[in-house]
């Protein structure tokens, strides 16, 4: 079954669950009408499913390389990036004064969730220019946003974001990139990047890098590093490609799945360089991009998780095997309960996943347009939730999709397997899951929990007002709330940081689970009894919710008893 973008969940996503309304009812984003947002999801929908979704297979089976110092794109993708760029999906929510659309982050969302679910290798390259967009629209000189800005929301350039080096992963502070004064206001950089997502192409105009690296009075550690702008290509006077920079691509990675997006080890040797912000600035200014790029790869997560759901299903719907145990059924293994049980978690799960990315990303649009504090603070609670669980989903469903398809999952012929290998990086890269986890623990546990307070008290005030239309859905939901609401409260009154990291992934995913509920509930809800929403919320509440409580018991334990193991304890008997 090709892939088919599922917009009419989108709206009613945005209409009864997320209340994108609100979004809409503020002076920025006043002209997002109900009319133009369903016109661009079913327009970009309508690219996705023609243009995007025919080059998954051709990516896997002909992967980008590297000839000579060119990098050579698989078969389609010229075409297929061409089409993103002539329909504006690069920059859906960039500045209107540049050339952007000012669109919602909402509508983004969705939009970058379909393009990965058709053709996840494809879709990063657009996902990093708008990283790099955002944080030069924050950060940048007048000068520079008006030279690069244009052409990267055009898509006629594309960006990059260049942190990991060899002995610095999740350690940014460690990197060794120099970056010199040319005494001109240019700089020269030198030393060498690694994982670098679509490191260089065949067919943008030029590829733009923003590069971590230290000058020479930087501190060391993340507070001595400055963001760079170093280009493929230097501009010429009148802002066109002229030649070369002095960078190359050393090699491509070969990689578990994503063939289709060239990773690339670069290698910048005294190369040409633009400041982006204050010199010893480049953290704020590239966790700009990073925060922008860990929604994103939520969004992956839960795309590549809609493709292999469909994929697992359109199978399910055609394979007969064995007797069929209902009467008057389909005859095929759709059938059978535990093939039932896998596709409709499947579906529950990437409802919730997607609820929860969406809302984060209302939380930005809030923020932005009101500056209020607490859109502000949810957004930054929601944000590592949204990326680790939505990247999780993609695991668990696409897992599962090969475990519909029996033995035929692991004969690659299917296309079954190629979405569990394609995802699973997502999981990785932009923060590993349990730096998300760690980060939700830290960082956005000392306002004392407030955030997230804030956010439960909404949650369990919908859930009293949903008992009467749903008391048995209502009262799980509200009971998984409290749970939630004492665990929290335990670890923000937990002064040890690293008992609190102990429990840190247990406590994201129970967080999710209740999230999910929630967000099930709403849905159920606003369908009714009957409705096709509340038979999935009711699945979802009484079969998955119920993992919460051994999560956020586990996130209680602390570390002791991970110390307690002494690495010659882990070693083999």
């Not at 590239?286 to 969004?299: E, H, K, P, Q």
Request: a negative charge; aromatic letters at 6%; one cysteine or more.
């Amino acid at each position: 079954m090709p892939y088919r973008a599922p917009v009419d969940e989108y709206r009613f996503l945005f209409e009864h669950v997320v209340g994108l309304d609100e979004v809409t009812a503020t002076d920025r984003y006043a002209e997002a009408s109900d009319d133009l947002v369903g016109a661009i999801l079913g327009e970009a929908g309508k690219m996705c499913e023609e243009v995007l979704s025919p080059l998954q297979r051709p990516g896997d089976l002909h992967p980008a390389v590297l000839e000579n110092g060119v990098v050579r794109t698989s078969p389609g993708y010229a075409e297929g990036y061409q089409a993103i760029a002539d329909g504006g999906w690069v920059a859906i929510a960039a500045d209107p004064e540049y050339g952007g659309m000012g669109l919602p982050m909402t509508v983004t969302t969705a939009v970058n969730e379909m393009m990965a679910a058709a053709c996840l290798s494809l879709q990063l390259n657009p996902l990093m220019t708008q990283g790099q967009i955002e944080a030069l629209e924050h950060h940048a000189s007048d000068e520079l946003k008006a030279l690069y800005l244009p052409k990267l929301i055009s898509g006629e350039w594309s960006g990059t974001m260049n942190l990991t080096e060899p002995q610095a992963g999740s350690d940014v502070g460690a990197l060794r990139t120099k970056a010199e004064s040319n005494g001109d206001g240019t700089y020269s950089i030198t030393g060498q990047k690694i994982y670098i997502s679509w490191g260089d192409n065949d067919f943008t105009g030029n590829v733009c890098h923003l590069v971590l690296a230290r000058l020479p009075d930087g501190a060391p550690g993340t507070k001595g590093i400055s963001l760079f702008m170093v280009p493929k290509l230097l501009l010429n006077d009148d802002g066109e490609p002229g030649v070369a920079n002095s960078l190359k691509v050393v090699s491509l990675e070969h990689k578990m799945g994503l063939h289709g997006s060239p990773t690339a080890v670069m290698q910048y040797d005294g190369a040409t360089g633009w400041l982006v912000g204050p010199e010893h600035g480049g953290m704020k200014a590239m966790f700009t991009m990073m925060n922008n790029a860990r929604l994103g790869v939520g969004g992956q997560g839960i795309g590549v998780a809609e493709g292999a759901y469909q994929h697992a299903l359109a199978y399910a719907q055609d394979r007969t095997q064995g007797r069929t145990p209902v009467d008057g059924g389909t005859g095929t293994i759709i059938d059978h309960a535990d093939v039932r049980r896998m596709l409709a978690t499947m579906k529950a799960e990437i409802f919730a996943a997607r609820a929860i990315a969406l809302a984060c990303a209302k939380a930005i649009d809030m923020g932005n347009a009101t500056g209020d504090a607490g859109w502000v603070a949810q957004a930054a609670l929601l944000t590592p939730i949204a990326k680790a669980f939505g990247t999780e989903t993609g695991l668990r469903v696409s897992e599962m999709g090969v475990q519909v398809h029996g033995g035929m999952g692991f004969v690659e012929e299917t296309g079954a397997a190629q979405y569990y290998r394609d995802v699973r990086v997502t999981a990785i890269y932009e923060g590993t899951n349990g730096i998300q986890a760690m980060d939700l623990v830290g960082r956005k546990m000392m306002d004392g929990g407030e955030a997230a307070f804030r956010l439960l008290d909404e949650m369990e005030g919908f859930a009293e007002s949903a008992r009467e239309a749903l008391p048995d859905l209502a009262d799980k939901v509200w009971q998984s709330c409290e749970t939630l609401r004492e665990t929290t409260e335990a670890l923000a009154a937990e002064e040890n940081l690293n008992a609190r990291f102990g429990g840190a992934v247990p406590f994201l995913h129970g967080f999710a689970r209740v999230l999910g509920g929630y967000y099930h509930l709403r849905a159920a809800r606003a369908g009714g009894a009957g409705s096709a929403a509340e038979k999935l919320a009711r699945l979802y509440i009484q079969r998955l919710l119920p993992q919460h409580v051994g999560l956020l018991t586990e996130a209680r334990v602390g570390a002791e008893d991970l110390y307690a193991l002494e690495p010659a304890d882990l070693m083999p008997a």
